[in-house]
Structure formats: C-alpha cells, structure tokens
T-cell receptor, first 109, second 113 residues
Framework: GEDVEQSLFLSVREGDSSVINCTYT??????LYWYKQEPGAGLQLLTY???NMDMKQDQRLTVLLNKKDKHLSLRIADTQTGDSAIYFC?????????WGLGTSLAVNP | DGGITQSPKYLFRKEGQNVTLSCEQN?????MYWYRQDPGQGLRLIYY???????QKGDIAEGYSVSREKKESFPLTVTSAQKNPTAFYLC????????????FGSGTRLTVV
C-alpha cells in the first residue's frame, strides 16, 4: 500500500529530547519531509531528506533515515513549549506527497 | 514577500448554500492543491491542478468544485452536495525546486450553521 504511518501522540518534558517516528512504503529514490502544524495554522516545512542520505542535522533537529526498514525519525533536542504542535511525515511518490496522520507533540513544563 | 494567501480565515455557511474559498499565490508555482483536514484524519486531497486550465480529482472530490483560470489562483467551491463540510481547508503549492516540497497557506475554517 501507499500508507505513511506515524504514532498519534507523544508527550515529553521541557528540556528533554523528542523523537517522532514514521514508516514509509516506497523503496525507490524519493524525498521525505517533516512538516510542523501549530493550532489553527497551515503546515510549515521543517526539513527534508533525500533517500540516499542517512542523516541530516539542522540546529535542534536531526533526521535519521533507515532505508532497510523504511523508517524515518525526527529528533528535537532541548524541546521547548513552542515545539508543541502536530508533526507530519510525508513521502514523495512521483508528483504526489503521501502524508502520515500526524503526531501531536505535547511539551510539559 | 512570496507566499500563499487563503481567505477568508473563518467562513460560516448555512445549510444548502455554496461557498467559495480563495487561494492566491505569488510563488510562480505551477501545481496547486486543496486539502481537507479533520481531527485525527490527517490531510485528505480534494483536488489538484498541475497547470492552468487543468485539474484532477483527489481522494474526496465529491461535493466540491474548482477552477484554474490563472496560474496564481485556485478557488475551491464547497457545494450544497457536500453533506459534512465543516472542516479546516488548506491550500498548497508546489514548484520545481530541488526538493519538490509543498508550501501551505494558513487555512480557512469552514463551519456550517
């Protein structure tokens, strides 16, 4: 199938690291994305990775890609209350993006 | 600044009415998309257009219509045939950039009253 799967909820304490996981389906070369959605707003592209890469780091964000298991993760270091949002994983298949249902991240003080 | 403008931010519709949601972009992107978002259901594709004067149905097109007369504009009409239109609607665009990601507008929340 073409499903992209994510766990629906994650709760962390402020200052801890958050790890949001995603599994995808297409084994061919593709781009994979992480988007962030704050309440009542549109989606904002956080980062992306091409499938020939294993890791990408951008400030507090680290993306890890395990091609064998088709597993993608987003690690947020030193999680802050402003990181509370829904995080979507998406996989490019041809000209379409296939979306996960989103992981709702709650950051507790 | 380049971007996508969705209007209005909030919209109320009476039973049996058609309403039109606006999406305008100045990113010079060829492709435009409409998504519907309901709690716990992620994003569902309604319609998309890859070029002016052409558009295709997405996964949940019934009860919706679109037009693409200009590159900059992709309005969505929610017709009276859509039985459960209350939702958050998102417009997105995609160019031919190196990573082919989507850029999203800020959304329109439609409520049936």
């Amino acid at each position: 199938g073409e499903d992209v799967e994510q766990s629906l909820f994650l709760s962390v304490r402020e200052g801890d690291s958050s790890v949001i996981n995603c599994t995808y389906t297409d084994s061919s070369s593709t781009y994979l994305y992480w988007y962030k959605q704050e309440p009542g707003a549109g989606l904002q592209l956080l980062t992306y990775i091409f499938s020939n890469m294993d890791m990408k780091q951008d400030q507090r964000l680290t993306v890890l890609l395990n091609k064998k298991d088709k597993h993608l993760s987003l690690r947020i270091a030193d999680t802050q209350t402003g990181d509370s949002a829904i995080y979507f994983c998406a996989e490019r298949q041809g000209r379409k993006l296939i979306w996960g249902l989103g992981t709702s991240l709650a950051v507790n003080p | 600044d380049g971007g996508i403008t969705q209007s209005p931010k909030y919209l109320f519709r009476k039973e049996g009415q058609n309403v039109t949601l606006s999406c305008e972009q100045n990113l010079n992107h060829d492709a435009m998309y409409w998504y519907r978002q309901d709690p716990g259901q992620g994003l569902r594709l309604i319609y998309y257009s890859q070029i002016v004067n052409d558009f295709q149905k997405g996964d949940i097109a019934e009860g919706y219509s679109v037009s693409r007369e200009k590159k900059e504009s992709f309005p969505l009409t929610v017709t009276s045939a859509q039985k459960n239109p209350t939702a958050f609607y998102l417009c997105a665009t995609s160019g031919t950039g190196i990573f082919y990601g989507y850029t999203f507008g800020s959304g329109t929340r439609l409520t049936v009253v």
